[in-house]
């Protein structure tokens, strides 16, 4: 069963991988043409992405324990402690951008960057566990990739200091744990008859969809790019 869930890991993840032009502002990151103003956008976005989801993947992990799913309760239980780990460090990235509370507070979130994580709770109300656990982590590689980009390109380009990118950094980083629990609850998920080509692929090209209207709302040029 793992090498069953790994080929279908390995698959549903090569499907769902993003177009090279799906993200209209990462690469102008990376050669440094990015506005200030849009990193500090996308920095103020997370400071309402970080807390939703992390309550969404409590709620799915609450979900799972009730249906006996502990393979995928211990993977979204994993996801929440992330969550929070990641707000730890998103502080030091909006202090670099200029913004104090005051100003954090103030800030209005964008629907186009908020549509992913409302998309996220929505799963958590009504998506099936392991369909889930499969959507999420196919749509977890590209945000590291995307996230390991924006780590080497800001202190490079922007001066942004390592403290600054932690955020950034602790997506970029390799997950063995969280990968191996994605494993067993995918496998545990085909043993009760998961379909990767019913539901969770909906779910996984819906994530990367709402992911890819992330990236347009702050590389929009009326927003400043």
Same mark, same amino acid.
């Given at each position: 069963?793992?090498a069953?869930?790994?080929?279908?890991?390995?698959?549903?993840? =090569? !499907?769902?991988?993003?177009?090279a032009?799906?993200?209209?502002?990462?690469?102008r990151?990376? @050669?440094?043409?990015a506005?200030r103003?849009?990193?500090?956008?996308?920095?103020l976005?997370?400071?309402?992405v970080?807390?939703? &989801?992390?309550?969404?993947?409590?709620?799915l992990a609450?979900?799972?324990?009730?249906?006996?799913?502990?393979?995928c *309760?211990?993977?979204?239980?994993t996801?929440? *402690?992330g !969550?929070t780990?990641a707000? @730890?460090?998103?502080g030091a990235l909006?202090?670099?951008c200029g913004?104090?509370?005051?100003?954090?507070?103030?800030? *209005?979130?964008?629907a186009?960057?908020?549509?992913?994580?409302?998309?996220?709770?929505?799963l958590?109300?009504n998506?099936?566990?392991?369909?889930?656990v499969?959507?999420?982590?196919a749509?977890?590689?590209a945000?590291?990739?995307y996230?390991?980009?924006? =780590?080497?390109?800001?202190?490079?380009?922007?001066?942004?200091?390592?403290?600054a990118?932690?955020?950034?950094a602790?997506?970029?980083?390799?997950a063995? &744990?969280? !990968?191996?629990q994605?494993?067993? =609850?995918?496998?545990?998920?085909?043993?009760?008859?998961? &379909?990767?080509?019913g539901?969770?692929l909906?779910?996984?090209?819906?994530?990367?969809r709402?992911?890819a209207?992330f990236?347009?709302?702050?590389a929009?040029?009326?927003?400043?790019?």
């Amino acid at each position: 069963m793992t090498a069953a869930a790994q080929e279908l890991l390995d698959a549903v993840t =090569a !499907e769902l991988a993003p177009d090279a032009a799906a993200n209209p502002l990462v690469p102008r990151v990376a @050669d440094g043409t990015a506005n200030r103003s849009a990193i500090t956008a996308l920095a103020l976005e997370q400071r309402s992405v970080i807390p939703a &989801d992390r309550r969404s993947f409590l709620h799915l992990a609450a979900r799972s324990a009730d249906a006996g799913e502990t393979e995928c *309760e211990t993977f979204f239980r994993t996801l929440a *402690e992330g !969550e929070t780990l990641a707000f @730890d460090r998103l502080g030091a990235l909006v202090a670099a951008c200029g913004v104090d509370k005051a100003g954090a507070d103030a800030y *209005e979130p964008r629907a186009g960057c908020q549509a992913y994580p409302a998309y996220v709770a929505w799963l958590a109300l009504n998506g099936a566990p392991a369909d889930v656990v499969l959507a999420l982590s196919a749509n977890f590689a590209a945000w590291g990739a995307y996230c390991a980009t924006l =780590a080497d390109a800001l202190p490079a380009h922007y001066g942004f200091s390592q403290e600054a990118c932690g955020f950034f950094a602790f997506f970029a980083e390799p997950a063995p &744990d969280l !990968e191996r629990q994605a494993l067993a =609850a995918v496998g545990a998920g085909l043993g009760r008859g998961l &379909d990767a080509t019913g539901s969770a692929l909906r779910y996984g090209k819906l994530l990367q969809r709402y992911e890819a209207m992330f990236w347009e709302t702050l590389a929009d040029p009326a927003r400043g790019l």
